[in-house]
């Protein structure tokens, strides 16, 4: 009798004492942990992994609670980190799903150029990676703040960029027969001229009426971007660049560029397809650097050039 009854004391110490240690706070890493458990893990690779992390001090402790609530689900995710914790508040953050993310800003009017060298430098994802997934896609990864993992693609990261996309043109409501294509590529070109939301309307009419009267949109950043894709973008353009053949140099093609040439955010979208009504043909930077003058003919449009050359100069 006196056995049966250490026994059970035994038994009843050592559950009491199991059920402390998943309530005691524990740290076995010095810095902070990111771990990825992907869908359908198992509670023993979990607990594995945990325990080899130094997030819980032993794997078994994952698996007591796991087997104290065996209906609660598991969230698939990435997961960080930072400071001790009992291996219940472990398995809760599981359970709930309290997945790490971080944020991820695309400026307006970046093209995947400017994309790919972000990614890279803030250590997110090969650059050369993310060229190759969005080979196709510009001007239609839409500029927004993503909250990402660092188990992301680049494949995924285009789908979630361009589903955005779709999102922000369903949101302007164009008409079904509009060339989309068309409309963002204007709308490119009109981003990369001017980050005055309330210039761009303008800046669009410009580029309507020569497209209209026959004339080239003589654009510089098509000129950039030609040579961008070419690999032979120096930082300025040269006499070279602006006598390059190449489709999207706009100075020696008339009409809009192939394709995109940035991915422009929700006012530029609005601008191409919704002109100002103008008669302007031109625009150059005002001379104290605040937007644009416009004019609808060349003899004032020199005038603003050479008062835009003055300043410049005296500066």
Same mark, same amino acid.
């Given at each position: 009798?006196?056995?049966?009854?250490?026994?059970?004391?035994?038994?009843?110490?050592?559950?009491?004492?199991?059920?402390?240690?998943?309530?005691?706070?524990? /740290? $076995?890493?010095?810095?902070?942990?990111?771990?990825?458990? %992907?869908? &359908? #893990?198992?509670?023993?690779? @979990? +607990?594995?992994? =945990?325990?080899?992390?130094?997030?819980?001090?032993?794997?078994?402790?994952?698996?007591?609670?796991?087997?104290?609530?065996?209906?609660?689900?598991?969230?698939?995710?990435?997961?960080?980190?930072?400071?001790?914790?009992?291996?219940?508040?472990?398995?809760?953050?599981?359970? /709930? $799903?309290?997945?790490?993310?971080?944020?991820?800003?695309? %400026?307006? &009017? #970046?093209?995947?150029?400017? @994309? +790919?060298?972000? =990614?890279?430098?803030?250590?997110?994802?090969?650059?050369?990676d993310f060229l190759k997934a969005a080979a196709k896609l510009e001007g239609f990864l839409f500029p927004s703040?993503?909250?990402?993992?660092?188990?992301?693609?680049?494949?995924?990261?285009?789908?979630?960029?361009?589903?955005?996309?779709?999102?922000?043109?369903?949101?302007?409501?164009?008409?079904?027969?509009?060339?989309?294509?068309?409309?963002?590529?204007?709308?490119?070109?009109?981003?990369?001229?001017?980050?005055?939301?309330?210039?761009?309307?303008?800046?669009?009419?410009?580029?309507?009426?020569?497209?209209?009267?026959?004339?080239?949109?003589?654009?510089?950043?098509?000129?950039?971007?030609?040579?961008?894709?070419?690999?032979?973008?120096?930082?300025?353009?040269?006499?070279?660049?602006?006598?390059?053949?190449?489709?999207?140099?706009?100075?020696?093609?008339?009409?809009?560029?192939?394709?995109?040439?940035?991915?422009?955010?929700?006012?530029?979208?609005?601008?191409?397809?919704?002109?100002?009504?103008?008669?302007?043909?031109?625009?150059?930077?005002?001379?104290?650097?605040e937007g644009h003058v416009f004019s609808s003919n060349l003899a004032s449009?020199?005038?603003?050039?050479?008062?835009?050359?003055?300043?410049?100069?005296?500066?």
């Amino acid at each position: 009798m006196k056995f049966r009854w250490k026994a059970l004391a035994l038994a009843v110490g050592l559950a009491v004492g199991a059920y402390y240690s998943l309530q005691s706070p524990f /740290r $076995g890493f010095e810095h902070d942990v990111f771990l990825q458990f %992907p869908k &359908g #893990s198992g509670t023993r690779a @979990i +607990a594995q992994k =945990l325990a080899d992390a130094g997030v819980v001090r032993f794997a078994w402790q994952f698996w007591l609670a796991r087997a104290i609530h065996p209906r609660t689900t598991v969230q698939a995710g990435e997961y960080r980190f930072e400071q001790a914790a009992s291996v219940t508040d472990v398995f809760n953050r599981l359970s /709930r $799903g309290d997945v790490y993310y971080f944020s991820f800003t695309v %400026p307006e &009017g #970046s093209n995947i150029f400017d @994309i +790919a060298m972000l =990614l890279e430098s803030e250590g997110i994802m090969s650059g050369e990676d993310f060229l190759k997934a969005a080979a196709k896609l510009e001007g239609f990864l839409f500029p927004s703040t993503y909250r990402l993992s660092h188990s992301v693609t680049a494949e995924a990261l285009c789908q979630m960029m361009n589903a955005q996309f779709h999102k922000e043109w369903n949101k302007l409501m164009p008409d079904q027969d509009t060339d989309v294509l068309e409309v963002v590529t204007l709308a490119s070109l009109v981003e990369k001229e001017t980050g005055i939301a309330a210039e761009r309307p303008r800046v669009a009419s410009v580029f309507q009426n020569r497209l209209r009267t026959g004339m080239a949109l003589d654009c510089d950043p098509t000129v950039i971007y030609a040579a961008l894709l070419e690999k032979r973008y120096r930082g300025a353009i040269h006499r070279s660049d602006l006598d390059s053949k190449h489709p999207y140099n706009t100075y020696q093609h008339r009409g809009l560029p192939p394709g995109p040439i940035a991915n422009p955010g929700a006012s530029s979208l609005a601008a191409a397809l919704h002109p100002a009504e103008t008669e302007f043909l031109y625009f150059v930077a005002r001379p104290d650097g605040e937007g644009h003058v416009f004019s609808s003919n060349l003899a004032s449009h020199d005038k603003a050039v050479e008062s835009y050359r003055r300043a410049r100069k005296a500066r």
